[in-house]
């Protein structure tokens, strides 16, 4: 009680002038609107919120929380857990119920995160228990594989046989979105998760790969595929350039000034206007072609469509983008696993873990930092390629360092060095990110003037708080190791060093 | 010369609010060895509720000058501090000895909310502020240039000599400051011998926050409009003084607040603007690769 009271104190303090006092703008300068409803408002979520937390869950003798915890970490039940999740379930099934019947968008919403909670829960459960041998995590591996491949194939089919209406065109556009954060993040673990360095200015090789396609094609006319290679090139070129200079800093120096040099490249695409067009960035980049067959429904010559004698549809150029991300991320990470198992892999994680002790062994740690520093630029700058062609048009908007907080984000949410958990991180941020602009039920819950989009980094921000608490290792914290003597077996995420870098 | 001395006067003003918000960094980094990059963010809340402190006392009535400006330093430093404190609660002491990227993450996370939870609350609008301190004294002329110093740069200069002094005392004359450099120090020995470390790890972000808050206010006086997002560059900058001057010792976070003020102002002065925190940047690299742990820092050891 006097705790919960505490914290209403506390966020009466936080929020009495900046919630409860809005400045707007007059003729005679700023005002003051008081909003005392509001503020009274967060006050007492405060202080109830606390009070059932305290009641219920921190102090409690048995915690609520426990029973779905147990749901998940495989712990036998006890009588009482079984209650609890059996008036959940049906709470939960007669919220949807109401929901449904009455057209309740905020009931069939709460109805449904609960009853998808604790089934899915149970239904997991079951399965561990019945099959405990079965090798999950290559399971889901290869799940997620077939699904990235076949996915746009089969719901493109689908749909030009059925005429579902499907929203395709956002969901293409949406897996494009989170397949090259997907590949960012690939490219930037090869930096922070392998080789330990901390580097907070990655967007800039994404911008130097996005830039140099863009000058290259609209200068001159050069096609995506010569490119590609060339922007991957001057991207690592200018890992190297970075990586110079600082090879002597270490941890939070090193980071600062990676962090300076984006802000640095990001300044200097602004302001040079002759070459980079400056805040107006340079429009009209060309659109891939299937290997010089271009998807248009008017282009003179040969068209994608003419050549397979099919009717023109805008999705084929999408579908084909979805592909060439596909293979560009799945390259990223095929040369990840592959380096990791040669020398200079080895460098990097031996240097993760204590560099002093990597160069006593005779590793040459100035060949080492930069050969992670350009190889990871390099997958950057491929990236950035894409990421040109894919919207005809960059700008220094797209690069800049809350980028980078979020590609570093996916690095660390993941479980540094994680493959697979960076891919996982992607999906739940971004596409998670992504699905709060979809939110009828939230209007619903609001009110009208709800506008989703506003809170969407703010959730955003409370999401990797709360994840990073909940899960500090990030969300795969186990690994097998890279090289073992004898039966590998797989290390958590506690074992792994940092990196000092 | 004039046109020099004029500049000096500009950079001097700017270094000191840099100087006050490196501070924050700085200590925080020495005590607990994390980047809070909330620390920005923390600033611009400072000086946002500046500014509403202002407007409500403008509105009740309180006008007069020295009197209103003691109050809204006040508030402004109490909530802010109460801001500083929430943050480290929530997003850093869960985290305190987990692997150290964690509460990196969680402080870019804080970042991001701080910002959008003031974009919400007040708009994204950039918020306007009459003058309030006005006037101020021609030094020298020269020719048709005349070397002004505002009354407000004064107010600026003094509020940071005097406020620095006094963290300066509390730092190495109170109990805080000797739990706070034990802590500094080796943190299990310190818990081992008595002292709260949870405590001071608290008072220290509330301390920075304070000092953020003096910075806010000051921020606002002299150039009368904020946004939500002015915390992101000017922390950025506040933090690379930090750097500059060797993170975790106080005196460097003085000088490179200085140092980073009189680079940015003289290169706006002298060349084109646009670049200016270019130079501030370039310059925290090449610092850097001669002095790899600041001006004043103290050099790493290498555990084997």
């Given amino acids: 009680m006097s705790d919960s009271l505490l914290a209403a104190i506390i966020a009466f303090a936080l929020f009495s002038l900046v919630l409860g006092l809005r400045t707007e703008d007059a003729a005679t300068g700023l005002t003051l609107e008081p909003r005392p409803a509001l503020l009274f408002t967060v006050v007492a979520i405060v202080f109830f919120g606390r009070l059932a937390l305290n009641l219920f869950v921190w102090q409690a003798e048995y915690p609520l929380t426990a029973p779905f915890a147990k749901l998940f970490n495989s712990e036998p039940f006890d009588r009482r857990d079984r209650v609890t999740l059996a008036v959940a379930f049906v709470f939960g099934a007669g919220w949807l119920l109401i929901g449904l019947l009455f057209g309740e968008p905020v009931y069939e919403l709460l109805g449904t995160v609960v009853v998808l909670f604790v089934g899915l829960g149970l239904l997991r459960r079951f399965i561990v228990q019945r099959f405990p041998n079965l090798p999950y995590a290559q399971m889901f591996i290869a799940g997620g594989i077939l699904f990235a491949l076949f996915f746009p194939i089969v719901t493109y089919a689908l749909e030009s046989m059925f005429r579902l209406g499907l929203p395709l065109r956002y969901w293409f556009d949406l897996s494009i979105l989170i397949l090259t954060y997907v590949m960012l993040g690939w490219g930037l673990n090869i930096v922070v998760g392998l080789a330990g360095l901390l580097d907070l200015g990655y967007v800039a090789f994404y911008a130097v790969g996005a830039y140099t396609f863009a000058l290259l094609a609209t200068h001159f006319g050069l096609g995506f595929w010569i490119c590609l290679p060339i922007a991957g090139a001057a991207a690592a070129l200018w890992g190297i350039i970075l990586g110079f200079p600082v090879l002597r800093l270490r941890g939070d120096y090193l980071a600062i000034v990676t962090l300076a040099f984006g802000e640095i490249v990001r300044i200097v695409l602004l302001n040079w206007t002759d070459v980079t067009g400056g805040p107006n960035g340079i429009a009209g980049i060309p659109k891939p072609t299937f290997f010089g067959l271009p998807f248009s429904p008017f282009a003179e010559g040969m068209t994608f469509h003419k050549f397979f004698g099919i009717p023109y549809d805008g999705l084929h150029a999408l579908i084909f983008l979805y592909y060439l991300i596909l293979v560009l991320a799945f390259a990223t990470n095929l040369v990840t696993l592959r380096l990791r198992r040669l020398p200079v892999g080895r460098a990097w994680e031996a240097m993760r873990e204590d560099e002093i002790a990597c160069r006593s062994l005779g590793i040459n740690t100035t060949v080492t930092k930069l050969s992670a520093f350009a190889t990871g630029a390099m997958f950057g700058g491929l990236a950035g390629c894409f990421f040109a062609t894919r919207q005809g048009f960059v700008s220094p908007e797209s690069f800049t360092f809350i980028e980078s907080a979020i590609i570093l984000a996916i690095v660390v949410l993941g479980g540094m060095g994680s493959q697979l958990g960076v891919a996982i991180a992607a999906v739940v941020m971004v596409g998670g990110f992504e699905a709060l602009r979809h939110t009828e039920g939230l209007q619903a819950v609001f009110g009208e003037d709800f506008d989703p989009a506003l809170y969407r980094m703010l959730l955003f921000g409370i999401a990797m708080v709360g994840i990073m608490v909940w899960r500090p290792r990030g969300l795969v914290s186990t690994r097998a190791p890279t090289i073992s003597l004898g039966d590998g077996k797989n290390i958590s995420g506690e074992l792994v060093s940092e990196g000092r870098g | ?304």
């Fill in chain 2, 1 to 304: 010369m004039a046109y020099f001395l004029q500049q000096l006067i500009n950079g001097v003003t700017l270094g000191s609010i840099y100087g006050l918000i490196a501070i924050g960094y700085t200590m925080v980094y020495g005590i607990i060895g994390m980047i809070n990059f909330a620390h920005g963010d923390i600033f611009m809340i400072g000086a946002f509720i500046a500014l509403i402190a202002f407007l409500a006392l403008t509105a009740i009535g309180v006008t007069a000058i020295p009197l209103a400006l003691l109050l809204v330093l006040i508030v402004a430093i109490g909530l802010t501090a109460v801001w500083g404190w929430t943050v480290e609660r929530v997003a850093y002491r869960p985290l305190r000895d987990s692997f150290r990227l964690a509460p990196l993450i969680t402080a870019i996370g804080m970042s991001i909310v701080l910002q959008n939870f003031i974009q919400i609350a007040q708009g994204a609008r950039v918020k306007p502020l009459q003058p309030v301190i006005t006037g101020g004294y021609e030094l020298y002329s020269q020719g048709s240039f005349t070397v002004i110093v505002s009354n407000i740069q004064i107010l600026i200069v003094a509020t940071t000599v005097l406020v620095m002094t006094g963290f300066w005392l509390l730092i190495n004359r109170t109990a805080l400051g000797r739990s706070q450099r034990a802590c500094e120090q080796d943190r299990l020995m310190a818990a081992l011998s008595g002292v709260d470390v949870d405590r001071t790890i608290s008072l220290t972000f509330v301390l920075g926050a304070g000092l953020a808050a003096v910075a806010g206010m000051l921020y606002l006086l002299y150039y009368g409009v904020i946004d939500f997002f002015i915390g992101f560059i000017v922390g950025i900058k506040a933090f690379t003084a930090a750097v500059f001057g060797g993170i975790g010792s106080i005196p460097g976070a003085m000088l490179g607040g200085l140092i980073i003020g009189l680079i940015e102002t003289f290169w706006s002065a002298y060349f084109t603007i646009e670049y200016k925190d270019v130079a501030a940047f370039s310059m925290l690299a090449i610092v850097l690769i001669f002095f790899p742990t600041g001006l004043l820092g103290r050099p790493e050891v290498e555990k084997v």
